[in-house]
């Protein structure tokens, strides 16, 4: 069983910048798939990044450029580094793992872990 915790999340004025941390206990990332997604109220659960364990990356069009996904195999560790961030980006922020993927999805459904999510608040 894998056990995801994020971390990092807070409340930062438009144009600041914050950095996220998903923690992994019980395996490794290497043959995983790991994603973030964001959730505001009201709204449906969104991907925002992915990366997999080969290195391929994706974004949505939304943060490219602004936002890049990273890991650190040794620590565990999923990082979402987030830049010149705008109102539009607070949401609750999670990070989530599908196993043994070489492929990225953007679909909620199709990975199986999830951490609890962590808050992000830009203000204007």
């Known amino acids: 069983q894998v056990q995801l915790v994020e971390s990092g999340g807070g409340l930062v004025q438009a144009g600041g910048s914050l950095r996220l941390s998903c923690a992994a206990s019980g395996r490794t990332f290497s043959r995983y798939a790991m994603g973030w997604f964001r959730q505001a109220p009201g709204k449906e659960r969104e991907f925002v990044c992915g990366l997999t364990w080969s290195g391929n990356t994706d974004y949505v069009d939304s943060v490219k450029g602004r936002f890049t996904i990273s890991r650190d195999n040794a620590k565990n560790t999923v990082y979402l580094q987030m830049n010149s961030l705008k109102p539009e980006d607070t949401a609750v922020y999670y990070c989530?793992?599908?196993?043994?993927?070489?492929?990225?999805?953007?679909?909620?459904?199709?990975?199986?872990?999830w951490g609890q999510g962590t808050q992000v608040t830009v203000s204007s």
């Open positions: 989530a793992a599908r196993i043994g993927s070489m492929y990225l999805s953007t679909r909620p459904n199709e990975y199986d872990y």
